[in-house]
């Protein structure tokens, strides 16, 4: 339908039907992609308080986390504080490093899952388990080694949060007559056009 160099989009499905005539069609997938979207978001909201509440009531978290008003029966700050936090990295983070953040954090528990099952078999040899995962050694450091070295895949790429966060903050006023940087597929040149031109004409020449 659409070489596969034109569908470098956030929306690459509506695209090709948008490009292939079915604009129609395109406009239903926009919006069951938006719905779907929200929903599994819903549904992240909802689990984070859960997870919170079991990690603080393990110690793995400050015990306001398990606390649990008479009035609500349930825990409220594990789902505020989550709703907040999402709700201010949308206004101010980047998608790209907002990906990245998040494949790189999913990376690291499974590095992490590895890593205690390999720190288990020594330290609890006894332990009750009802599935033992074969060839450990191998299976354990390998999962270890590949999950960093797709992190640092992902971090060597694109990913500097610090620095755009710190870019996407201070550009306005560090910048206020220039265009934004290259990384928005501009110019980042942090002069005005007439005093670009100034600066690039030859000596004696006229403006």
């Known amino acids: 339908m659409v070489k596969y160099s034109d569908l470098g989009v956030a929306d690459p499905l509506a695209k090709a039907l948008d490009v292939a005539g079915y604009k129609t069609v395109g406009w239903i997938v926009s919006l069951g992609a938006i719905v779907s979207m929200s929903a599994v978001l819903l549904v992240f909201q909802y689990g ?12 793995l978290l400050p015990p306001w986390a398990a606390k649990s008003p008479r009035t609500a029966a349930c825990p409220i700050s594990p789902r505020s504080s989550p709703a907040r936090s999402s709700r201010f990295w949308a206004l101010i983070g980047d998608a790209n490093e907002t990906y990245n953040l998040t494949n790189i954090g999913t990376l690291f528990a499974f590095a992490l899952v590895s890593a205690g099952v390999f720190v288990l078999r020594f330290t609890e040899p006894d332990r009750p388990r009802p599935f033992r995962v074969p060839w450990f050694w191998v299976t354990t450091i390998v ?9 640092l895949g992902f971090a060597a790429r694109d990913l500097d949060p610090l620095r755009g966060l710190a870019r996407d ?26 005093l670009a031109a100034r600066r690039s004409a030859p000596a004696g020449a006229s403006t």
């Open 48 to 59: 984070q308080p859960r997870i919170f509440f079991a990690m603080a009531r393990d110690g």
């Open 143 to 151: 999962s270890v080694g590949l999950c960093i070295y797709v992190m």
């Open 169 to 194: 903050w201070t550009g306005p006023v560090s910048r206020p007559t220039g265009s934004s940087t290259a990384r928005s597929g501009r110019s980042s040149n942090r002069f005005p056009s007439s």
